[in-house]
């Protein structure tokens, strides 16, 4: 785009780079006309160019970051100045509507620590924001659980709970760990615990080790004990009184805080996992998909092995990549239908239904689509969505889903919503806790 410049208007404001193109003390690229050639966005130059000329600033239409970072190229100090003043009074150090609170960073057992954890409070979900800080001071994941939340760190792990009367407070810090912790799981209601029906237990997992840790509501915290599953720890998680370690090898470790209990059971190669109340159903390589009731702890008096069940084999035999479970609200009339949507290794996104009143023919297929052409790496099925990630470069799908008292339907059936891919630039050696921090639906 061509521009007409006079001398006067840009030498009137101290602008060092405009004085010394005109001057000739830069080097500059002409055209046949004599213009000097800028490679730089026209559309940001415009505003620029009338400041200069009008020593007024029109902001409409204009992104101010991008209008500051070309100033600042310029070297137009006094524009500058009044585009910083622009960002701060858009922008607050208190946070939006969503921002509910900040917390300090704990003291390190070992050193002092500098990271902190920003809460951004978005229907139920909680993001962690990590500025640049080394390794020791990250934030690696969070997890909540009623009131309380669980910020880990590279070598430990900090209780906080929130009460109306007095915010959100520290209740307890794990000793340092010699160990990275890679995954981490909160219970805030413990019924039937080793102290009594007040407990919260916390556990971290690294590698194979599981270290679970019993803490009073006065903050005291004890060590229940250290579990190994043999093989690494892909998902760590409570069902109900249960702590439970998958590992993708075909590993089940459960603690059950009654009988205080650790036990570790073989299983097909699980590629997924999810859990619907006291379920735990797993997805595996042979495109089965199979549960274990927890509630019951169901154990086969013969050898004292978990009673696993299948549940329902894929039509195209491929393992189930991902799964996610939805429970619709209980009713009088049909009590919970239960909805499971699963991903599978060649790309198909299936939802299999079962009616609480045909539980003995298990679940049937409901609705197939195939929009993926790489294997599913993530599924969310909820009351009014369905979500799915493949391996394409994170290539997402979503669909409206359609429901009729509560229960899924196919008048009109699900409609499709959107489709984009979120690239990522990950480390080249990620840490163990990505996965888990950066998981959907949970």
């Known amino acids: ?22 001057s000739g003390r830069i080097s500059t690229l002409r055209d046949e006309t004599g213009a000097i050639f800028i490679d730089r966005d026209p559309t940001a130059f415009a505003p620029i160019l009338n400041f200069l000329r009008t020593k007024e600033l029109d902001l409409r239409g204009v992104n101010i970051s991008i209008l500051r970072h070309e100033a600042e190229f310029y070297g ?8 910083l003043l622009c960002e701060e009074l858009d922008r607050s150090s208190c946070g939006s509507v969503l921002f509910h609170g900040y917390l300090p960073p704990p003291a390190d057992p070992i050193n002092s620590l500098g990271g902190c954890v920003y809460l951004y409070f978005m229907c139920v979900c909680l993001f962690v924001c990590v500025g640049p800080v080394v ?49 981490i799981a909160l219970n805030a209601k413990v019924v039937g615990g080793p102290h009594g029906d007040k407990d919260k237990m916390v556990a ?21 004990g250290v579990f190994s599953l043999g093989v690494p720890v892909d998902d760590l998680f409570f069902i109900g009184n249960q702590l439970v370690a998958t590992s993708h090898t075909g590993k089940v470790g459960v603690w059950n805080a009654v009988t205080q209990h650790w036990q570790v059971q073989d299983v097909v190669p699980i590629t997924s996992c999810d859990t619907a109340g006291s379920f ?45 479970v939805y429970l619709t609200p209980k009713t009088s009339v049909s009590g919970n239908w239960i909805e499971i949507a699963y991903g599978t290794s060649s790309g198909a996104v299936r939802v299999i239904v079962q009616h609480p009143e045909t539980v003995g023919s298990g679940p049937q297929l409901f609705q197939t689509f195939t929009v993926h052409r790489s294997p599913v790496t993530k599924i969310m099925l909820s009351e009014k969505h369905l979500v799915s990630v493949c391996a394409d470069n994170n ?16 008048q009109p059936g699900s409609t499709p919503l959107a489709s984009f891919k979120i690239l990522s630039l990950e480390e080249t050696e990620s840490h163990g806790s990505y996965c888990s921090g950066n998981d959907i639906g949970g």
């Open 204 to 224: 971290a997992a690294s590698e194979s080790s599981i270290i679970l840790w019993s803490i009073q509501d006065g903050g005291s915290g004890n060590e229940i």
């Open 280 to 324: 735990l159903l797993l997805g595996c390589n042979n495109g089965s998909i199979y549960y274990i009731d927890m509630q019951k702890f169901p154990l086969r008096m013969k050898d004292n092995d978990l009673l696993v069940t299948e549940l329902y084999h894929d039509p195209s035999n491929d393992a189930i990549t991902a799964l996610s």
């Open 1 to 22: 785009r061509r521009v007409w410049v006079n001398w006067r208007s840009v030498c009137v404001c101290v602008c060092v780079c405009f004085s010394s193109l005109l």
């Open 395 to 410: 290539h997402v799908r979503t669909w409206t889903v359609t429901r009729f008292r509560g229960m899924i339907s196919t």
């Open 135 to 183: 390794d020791p001071r990250k934030v690696l994941i969070i997890t909540g659980h009623h009131n309380w939340i669980v910020a880990a760190y590279a070598h430990f792990v900090i209780c906080y709970r929130i009460k109306e009367s007095s915010g959100w407070q520290q209740v307890f810090s794990s000793p340092y760990l010699d160990w990275t912790i890679e995954r």
């Open 76 to 83: 137009i100090t006094p524009l500058v100045r009044r585009l």
